[in-house]
């Protein structure tokens, strides 16, 4: 763990993408920086290791290691891992004395976050841009970062109860994606039978249930205010074998095809 005032002004001493093609070697990083360093995975996997405590990284992981702490890899990477690496200065207050001070985890699963990773991203952009508010916008972002590992971290201490929220928000993020229960319950790290649960608890229904249902109040949506695309290209847009297999589905939820809902509406 490390105490982190969230509330201080930070900025960036560095920011970069890396992209291994071949394994690292070992003690490939040995240092102790005056800065925090924080680490995020998009591809591969690693390991790192903090004074004595090893931590094995894999994607959307994310590695909080503090200033001052002897840090290094004893093991190489994988061929073709990805990482975005910040570099974050100091404050006062991250000390755990300071009450004001909020606990950060070292090491935390966030694969789901797509939000942690476009900050990071957008970080490093930011880094290397030469935008008049290049420094307001790196302030701004880090502490939206810090932020959102700080209530990921909370939501994972509080345990499942709010799966389902976090399921949901990710259909919100990518409504033109398709997810397999079984691939949106890897990325949240439990088993599809957990989260089929924590569905049923909050919603009445399935996962899959519940991602169907909401792309077709979207096509819905969509079919009242944009009259004029195909029905063909709205079943390849959110993940629909094709205009059948939307048709069917939408007469089932609206009690009619989706031309003939779209004829009504625009009528009305």
């Known amino acids: ?12 001493a560095a920011a970069n993408e890396h992209y291994y093609k071949q394994p690292t070697e070992a003690h490939y990083l040995d240092r102790v920086l005056e800065y925090h360093d924080l680490i995020y995975i998009e591809e591969g996997t690693w390991t790192m290791t903090e004074g004595e405590e090893e931590y094995p ?32 200065t100091t404050a006062p207050g991250d000390r755990e004395d300071n009450p004001a001070a909020s606990a950060l985890p070292t090491h935390l699963h966030v694969r789901h976050s797509e ?7 957008e970080l490093v952009t930011a880094w290397w841009s030469d935008d008049a508010f290049r420094e307001e916008r790196i302030r701004a972002l880090l502490t939206l970062l810090l932020l959102e590992i700080r209530t990921e ?8 109860g709010d799966l389902a929220d976090r399921a ?3 259909l919100n993020l990518s409504p033109h994606r398709r997810f397999e229960t079984s691939e949106m319950a890897e990325l949240l790290f439990v088993s599809t039978r957990t989260l089929n649960n924590a569905m049923h608890k909050k919603t009445g229904t399935s996962f899959y249930a ?5 792309k077709l109040e ?29 048709s069917k589905a939408f007469k ?13 509406e625009t009528n009305r």
Not at 115 to 121: D, G, H, K, T
Not at 153 to 160: D, H, L, R
């Open 57 to 88: 990284l894999e994607k959307g992981d994310v590695l909080f290691l503090a200033a001052g702490r002897h840090h290094y890899n004893r093991l190489p990477c994988l061929p073709e891992t990805r990482t975005f690496c910040l570099h974050v």
């Open 218 to 246: 979207r096509i819905a949506l969509q079919l009242r205010m944009e009259p004029e695309i195909k029905i063909s290209e709205i079943a390849a847009s959110y993940g629909f074998h094709d205009e059948f297999h939307l």
């Open 153 to 160: 971290y909370e939501k994972q201490q509080a345990g499942t």
């Open 252 to 264: 089932q939820k609206f009690g009619m095809p989706p031309g003939e809902y779209r004829e009504r």
């Open 210 to 214: 519940y991602e169907k249902d909401l």
């Open 115 to 121: 939000q942690i990773r476009l900050y990071f991203s």
């Open 168 to 170: 949901i928000a990710l």
């Open 1 to 12: 763990m490390i105490s982190v005032d969230l509330r201080a002004p930070r900025m960036l």
